[in-house]
């Protein structure tokens, strides 16, 4: 072992190293669940627990066209799920999505945040890239701006009386912790659940790191740990854990761990 680690290190940067370190590449990503695919990457078997605790309301921010949000009706039957879309054509193929599910399913045209008023957004070809952030360097996608509204979901809940949130779900291209912030008092007096919220390579423009999200939601009473495909995998924070590669992470209120032990 030692002479193999010898010899790697002086030939450094040779053909075979570097088949070898994109091979590695590779692989970790796999292990990490880089996997964007709901029904594959825990996303889906995340729902199929929330549905043992009976959840009465889902809050899916970033709803897109839909597909998260038809999962949540057939998963989660007793659910209203309140989607947040806030780019109008996209929200107006939502609405189109949900057909039949539609007495089970909210659509707001607007985005969650941290304020309540209107504020730029980058519009991609591809609508599920659509940010309040530019991509730059992650995407070539030519873009146009359009104002959108924003609402703090704090505001939202009082606005039409919801007691609890079984799950509030996040993907919204960078802006979590800004929806988070918007749902502060809720998390404060532990009115949320469970969340998930996306973490990846936007949080290199965002400058919000997941040591931010730990720091954000432990002194709140949640847990916070990556979901995988069959698992949440808890652990106290570690810089290592910094590795950008997403897609999903998930804080449990401490009191509701339990769930995550229930039978599928």
Request: hydrophobic share 35%; glycine share 6%; proline share 3%.
């Amino acid at each position: 072992m030692k002479i193999l680690k010898r010899w790697f290190k002086r030939n450094s940067h040779n053909p075979v190293q570097k088949i070898l370190a994109g091979f590695g590449r590779s692989m970790n990503r796999w292990y990490e669940n880089r996997n964007h695919d709901i029904h594959s990457n825990g996303e889906v078997w995340l729902l199929k627990k929330i549905a043992n605790l009976n959840p009465k309301v889902i809050i899916d921010g970033g709803a897109n066209v839909g597909e998260y949000a038809l999962e949540a009706t057939k998963i989660c039957t007793s659910a209203s799920v309140h989607c947040f879309e806030p780019v109008p054509d996209t929200s107006d193929l939502l609405k189109k999505a949900i057909g039949n599910y539609s007495s089970n399913v909210i659509v707001i045209t607007k985005g969650l945040s941290d304020v309540n008023q209107q504020i730029p957004m980058n519009l991609f070809e591809y609508s599920v890239h659509s940010s309040l952030y530019s991509h730059n360097g992650i995407t070539s996608e030519t873009k146009t701006i359009i104002d959108i509204e924003v609402i703090k979901g704090d505001d939202y809940v009082h606005s039409i009386g919801i007691e609890k949130i079984d799950l509030l779900k996040l993907d919204i291209e960078g802006a979590e912790m800004k929806a988070l912030k918007g749902f502060e008092n809720c998390l404060r007096e532990k009115r949320i659940r469970v969340v998930q919220f996306e973490y990846g390579y936007l949080n290199i423009l965002t400058k919000n790191l997941l040591m931010d999200y730990y720091d954000f939601f432990e002194p709140l009473g949640y847990r916070v740990g990556k979901l995988y495909p069959k698992k949440i995998e808890f652990k106290p924070y570690s810089n290592k854990l910094e590795d950008f590669i997403g897609p999903n992470y998930v804080a449990v209120l401490e009191t509701e761990i339990e769930f995550i032990r229930s039978v599928s």
